[in-house]
């Protein structure tokens, strides 16, 4: 029987949201955008999320854009600020350890004649903040810092980062799409100008994110799209009704259980890393760092890691982010944390969730404690 340790790739649709959802699908099937009753009626479920989504992070409704996840949403912020009128801002501040979302916008921009500061981090993935106090300046237009990194689960204080950034007049904008719904998020009380987010993340639907834009800082962004006018004019095009419900309806249940969630989630995390890092050369990278309760890293010294992957093939979990993960490919973010190639291949990333139960950690800790002591037998009779 499988056993999912990959939740920070992608978690199960929670049955609540599911049935909130299928109203939508056949029902109440309309065009958000149409005229008629039955629009007006899909018109009124999307207005109902954007409401929810707005309560959740601390801001105004009018500034929640839905789209299809994440990474378009990083894309629409960072691309679309650059295009804008950014009166000869051309420096963007972001951290190494960031998603390849918010890095390849980077490096697309760079080609294109902007200056990209990447900040370095410690051993434990914190990010040095008087490194970003040195490097902002009034040539900034953008400071871009996840909430939460999604290999290591290390958690940044946002507050810090936007104080500095406002003072020389740059956007704060943050990754929040491993913290919505995990972690508590005031966009007010963290000074963040920008945030995206993604549903499949938090129990929700694939194919469906939002962006918030704090207008009142941000005179506008160029859309990527152009169509409908839908979403402000930002983002054009038929709006997924089904999976806005979906969004909603998670983020409101992940807000619901928060601390019910974390609680038992990191009774399950702690229990399993306290059992791996009793195994000869196994140590949890970022162990020091204030992390999500979801995100376990583990590098595993002293043994061939492939040999150990394949070893457990009714395992799902993950060597750094699924998103930019090649077979064999060190994990950018555990280099920059000081990590050698080799060890940083030698990690893996386990992720847990609101459906990971006792038996699965127990599970998988015999399943791993096995496959390491026969690997590493091998190892010391070779």
């Given amino acids: 029987m499988l056993i999912y340790a990959d939740n920070a790739a992608t978690t199960p649709v929670d049955p609540s949201v599911l049935r ?11 065009n958000a955008t149409s005229s008629h009753v039955g629009g007006m009626m899909a018109r009124h479920a999307v207005t109902q999320a954007r409401n929810q989504i707005a309560g959740h992070l601390g801001a105004n409704a009018s500034d929640i854009i839905f789209t299809s996840g994440s990474t378009e949403a990083i894309a629409m912020a960072m691309l679309g600020l650059a295009r804008a009128d950014t009166e000869g801002r051309r420096h963007i501040v972001t951290a190494a350890t960031e998603h390849s979302a918010v890095l390849d916008c980077c490096a697309y921009l760079e080609a294109r004649g902007f200056t990209v500061t990447r900040l370095g981090v410690d051993p434990h993935g914190r990010i040095d903040i008087d490194e970003a106090r040195a490097v902002i ?21 946002l507050r810090p980062f936007a104080d500095i950034a406002h003072a020389k007049g740059a956007v704060m904008m943050t990754d929040a799409t491993q913290a919505y719904g995990k972690i508590p998020i005031d966009v007010e009380a963290q000074g963040v100008d920008l945030l995206t987010m993604s549903g499949h993340k938090i129990y929700g639907p694939k194919g469906v994110g939002a962006l918030y834009v704090r207008r009142d800082r941000i005179a506008g962004l160029e859309p990527l799209v152009y169509g409908g006018g839908q979403e402000s004019g930002l983002r054009s095009g038929t709006l997924n009704v089904p999976g806005i419900v979906g969004l909603g309806a998670a983020g409101s249940a992940a807000h619901e259980r928060m601390q019910e969630d974390h609680t038992r989630i990191a009774d399950l995390r702690n229990r399993f890393e306290q059992a791996m890092t009793s195994l000869p050369g196994v140590s949890v990278n970022a162990a020091d760092a204030v992390r999500s ?34 077979a064999g490919k ?17 990690s893996l990333r386990f992720s847990f969730g609101r459906f990971t139960t006792d038996d699965e950690i127990d599970r998988l800790i015999d399943d791993i404690r096995r496959s390491h002591e026969t690997l590493r037998s091998g190892v010391i009779a070779a």
């Avoid at 000081?338 to 291949?345: D, V």
């Fill in 20 to 30: 909130a959802m299928m109203p939508y699908f056949e029902n109440v099937f309309y």
């Fill in 137 to 157: 300046t009034e040539a900034t237009l953008l400071v871009s810092i996840m909430a939460v990194n999604n290999e290591t689960g290390v958690v940044h204080d």
């Fill in 293 to 326: 309760s979801t995100i376990s890293n583990i590098m595993f010294e002293g043994i061939d890691v492939a040999a150990l992957v394949g070893e457990l093939p009714h395992v799902a979990m993950s060597a750094g982010s699924a998103c930019h993960g090649a």
């Fill in 330 to 346: 060190a994990s950018h973010v555990l280099q920059a944390m000081g990590r050698t190639a080799q060890q940083a291949i030698a």
